[in-house]
């Protein structure tokens, strides 16, 4: 059964940053693509980022590109998300998600999740 539990969230002042964190309970965490995705109050979950198992390749929305990076420590079992210049429209519960077919922008595809980190960021 595969676990991912983030943390990191809270509420942040808008221009500020936030460290999202992802643990994952895979020994074989190094063979699963990793993704972020968010849902806010009202709206559809939606692709945040994305990154390939040995972390070559990397994938963002537009509205979070130059803002957030998405990385990974495949030795520690962990995912991060670091986001910079937080704005109001960032607020959302993010999630941590995994799949051992190669990343895509589109939640179902992933097969694991987390139980999502709430990220609100005040005007």
């Known amino acids: 059964q595969v676990q991912l539990v983030e943390s990191g969230g809270g509420l942040v002042q808008a221009g500020n940053s936030l460290r999202l964190s992802c643990a994952a309970s895979?020994?074989?965490?190094?063979?699963?693509?990793m993704g972020w995705f968010r849902q806010a109050p009202g709206k559809e979950r939606e692709f945040v980022a994305a990154?390939?198992?040995?972390?070559?390749?990397?994938y963002y929305a537009d509205s979070v590109k130059g803002r957030f990076t998405i990385s990974r420590d495949n030795a520690k079992n962990m995912g991060y998300l670091q986001m910079n210049s937080l704005k109001f429209e960032d607020t959302a519960i993010y999630y941590c998600?995994?799949?051992?077919?190669?990343?895509?922008?589109?939640?179902?595809?992933?097969?694991?999740w987390g139980q999502g980190t709430q990220v609100t960021v005040s005007s």
């Open positions: 998600a995994a799949d051992l077919h190669p990343a895509t922008v589109v939640a179902r595809t992933y097969a694991h």
């Open positions: 895979l020994r074989t965490f190094s063979n699963y693509d």
């Open positions: 990154l390939s198992r040995g972390g070559a390749s990397t």
